[in-house]
């Protein structure tokens, strides 16, 4: 399928692909709207376990998200303010900003992905998580890279193996804008909020920039690790994010240019904007 073809064309023929490779939703019935079929495409790509297909189908598929997010508006670091802009008197006003909005529109060189312990992805059907969603607009390639690298780890590990909590796993972006994706494990709350939990999300935040010092990566933007369903309480997990970035950029001066804090909700948005005043 060439260049000619409209966005409508590659969405008809990637949900009847997808269905072929599905088996199991071959006889689906495709909806004739347009949010229907995206939809639909979306929810087999969800659900659709590590493997290849046929190069001219990656093509596609490729084509498609590419559009998708053209069509959402990327968002470049000029685009970004640092907090400086706003007049901040934080140390680092100049390299830091707070973003709200969809982290699978940004041209970082990197992006950071609350990930299971699996580090396949969400397997859920249109689930809002970020990790659905990055997984999503990256393509089943992503699903594939990771799978690989579990894969070469439990040979060395063990076939129980799961990727511990802290510890940063960086793959390519493909039909992302940005570069990279850094997957992280975050700790989950299921009780009290405990030393070993604080901690643990401060790992997060500092592994994550020694990875991006040891690859080169000079712009990252960091979700709101395990908040939400991990359930970390929000206002902690800001001013440990803060703290912790605060702290590494001054013991690596010049390691990075610019690091992120992406927000999604209000309520992030206004924790992050006080920590960093």
């Not at 088996?23 to 229907?36: C, I, S």
């Not at 659709?48 to 508006?73: A, F, H, S, T, W």
């Not at 802009?85 to 909005?101: E, K, L, N, Y």
């Not at 990566?217 to 395990?226: E, K, N």
Request: aromatic fraction near 8%; proline fraction near 5%.
């Amino acid at each position: 399928m060439n260049e000619q073809f409209t966005q409508d064309r590659r969405l008809d023929y990637l949900v009847e692909q997808f269905k072929e490779d599905s088996v199991q939703y071959r006889g689906f019935v495709t909806p004739q709207d347009t949010a229907g079929k995206r939809r639909l495409l979306r929810s087999l790509m969800n659900i659709r376990m590590p493997g290849k297909l046929p190069e001219d189908v990656l093509g596609v598929q490729d084509d498609y998200l590419r559009e998708r997010i053209r069509e959402n508006g990327i968002v470049t670091l000029s685009d970004i303010p640092p907090l400086s802009a706003s007049g901040s008197r934080h140390p680092f006003a100049d390299r830091i900003s707070v973003w709200q909005g969809d982290i699978t529109r940004l041209a970082a060189d990197a992006i950071v992905n609350a990930a299971n312990s699996q580090m396949l992805g969400c397997f859920v059907p249109m689930h809002t998580c970020i990790d659905n969603c990055i997984h999503t607009y990256a393509g089943i390639q992503l699903r594939a890279e990771c799978a690989r690298r579990m894969h070469a780890l439990r040979e060395k590990y063990g076939p129980e193996y799961e990727q511990p909590t802290a510890v940063p796993m960086l793959t390519d972006g493909y039909n992302l804008p940005a570069k990279h994706v850094i997957h992280i494990v975050g700790p989950v709350v299921s009780g009290a909020l405990t030393a070993e939990l604080k901690q643990d999300l401060a790992d997060c935040y500092r592994n994550t920039l020694d990875l991006c010092e040891e690859s080169g990566i000079r712009s990252v933007a960091f979700c709101c690790i395990s908040t939400g369903v991990f359930r970390f309480p929000n206002r902690q997990a800001a001013k440990i994010a803060v703290q912790t970035v605060t702290d590494w950029l001054a013991a690596h001066p010049g390691a990075v240019d610019r690091v992120i804090f992406n927000v999604f909700k209000d309520e992030d948005k206004k924790y992050y904007e006080q920590e960093l005043n």
